[in-house]
């Protein structure tokens, strides 16, 4: 495990279904993200929350709702989502004093069906 | 609007080879430059990373190269082995990757 833990690994959702995914870190960061990593594109930056606060969204839709409950918990919520919404969606952590790397989860490989 | 530029995106070599990975980026304000190495089915890690205030930093086999009057930065993989196949990015601050190399090390 890398720091960052993500659930589910695999995620298959129907259009109408509403799901959601878990990120947590226990490095004592308190900075996360939200990444979309599709074939043959680069890391899609989707949401920041710095400080439990979210700081950035980058012109995500709707469909696509971020939760940071505390500074080591990330959730996703998806609904209605598209089949083009099929990806490796990872998470990341990182700590605001930095500059640092990132600590980035193993991803939840979503399928949109 | 892509702040930083890597190429090339895919790369082959033999075992032993040294393949080097190039970026490229445009905001002076800059201040760290890591690379990740990402296996299939994982996510990207951290590999080694570069303050702009040294010129090479050595870390095992692998080597970053840095030119601030040019505004770019190189990651060379000495003694490549075929486990070192995986994709490489760039990245700076404020959440910004280079798109990815996938490198392949050929046996």
């Known amino acids: 495990e890398t720091g960052v833990t993500q659930t589910p690994r695999h995620l298959v959702m129907g259009m109408t279904n509403k799901k959601s995914l878990k990120c947590e870190q226990h490095?004592?960061?308190?900075?996360m993200y939200w990444y979309k990593q599709s074939a043959k594109k680069p890391l899609e930056l989707m949401f920041v929350y710095s400080l439990e606060e979210r700081v950035e969204n980058n012109s995500v839709p709707s469909r696509f709702s971020p939760e940071c409950p505390n500074s080591s918990h990330l959730f996703l919520h998806l609904h209605t989502l598209q089949p083009e919404d099929s990806a490796l969606y990872l998470c990341a952590s990182s700590s605001v004093a930095g500059p640092g790397g990132y600590t980035f989860g193993s991803g939840t490989r979503l399928t949109v069906v | 609007q892509q702040q930083v530029k890597q190429s090339p995106q895919s790369l082959i070599v033999q075992k032993g080879g040294i393949p080097i990975i190039n970026c490229a980026y445009e905001?002076?304000?800059?201040?760290?430059f890591p690379w990740y190495q990402q296996f299939p089915g994982k996510g990207p890690a951290l590999l080694i990373a570069i303050r702009p205030d040294v010129s090479e930093k050595k870390e095992g086999r692998f080597t970053i190269s840095f030119n601030k009057s040019a505004k770019q930065f190189s990651l060379h993989i000495m003694d490549s082995q075929p486990g070192d196949s995986a994709t490489y990015f760039c990245a700076a601050p404020y959440s910004t990757f280079g798109g990815g190399t996938r490198l392949m090390v050929k046996p």
């Open positions: 490095l004592g960061h308190n900075a």
């Open positions: 905001n002076t304000a800059f201040d760290y």
